[in-house]
């Protein structure tokens, strides 16, 4: 397999890429145990992501394989009092906090177990000015437990819409 490139995109370079990156987004969703369900749909994620790419602190790391979009990671600063929509409140010091709030860490399939996730989630943290990072991730997910073997700790939960998922945070250095 070719060598992976990483590329570090803030919002307004996201523009050029966005369809591109909805495109693996959606495929990388169709599959179990997210299924297509509606919240990961196409019209869903553009909408939330053009809004998130205009929000202070957005970047966006792209990883490709010989020019091919093989994964992305991106998230936004989320400040003091601030929290996922939706959620069950976490502890205090992390509401309170300032925090970054990882939106996405999607890989596709073939390049998955290639370190291609810890990659794009580490240049997507690095020297970030955030006490906390904080993800949502679906329950019964490889990524979950993934997570949770990195130091990632459950602070919430999301039950309104299927498939269900914990808020996760993690210390920034």
């Known amino acids: 397999m070719s060598e992976v490139a990483f590329y570090r995109l803030d919002g307004v370079a996201v523009g050029e890429v966005l369809d591109e990156v909805a495109d693996l987004y959606v495929r990388v969703y169709a599959e179990p145990p997210y299924e297509g369900a509606s919240k990961f749909s196409r019209v869903r994620f553009l909408t939330r992501t053009r809004a998130q790419a205009a929000a202070p602190g957005f970047a966006l790391v792209s990883a490709r394989s010989d020019g091919v979009l093989v994964g992305f990671s991106c998230g936004f600063s989320m400040s003091s009092g ?79 819409e299927p498939p269900f998922s914990d808020a996760l945070v993690c210390e920034l250095p």
Do not use: M, N
């Not at 996922?84 to 990882?102: I, N, Q, R, T």
């Open 82 to 160: 601030g929290w996922w929509g939706g959620a069950s409140a976490p502890p205090g010091e992390v509401l309170d906090a300032f925090k970054f709030a990882v939106v996405e860490v999607v890989v596709d399939r073939r390049h998955r177990r290639q370190r291609v996730g810890t990659r794009l989630l580490e240049g997507l943290l690095d020297g970030r000015p955030e006490r906390y990072a904080t993800l949502a991730a679906v329950i019964g997910s490889q990524a979950y437990d993934w997570y949770l073997r990195s130091g990632w700790r459950k602070v919430g939960e999301f039950r309104a």
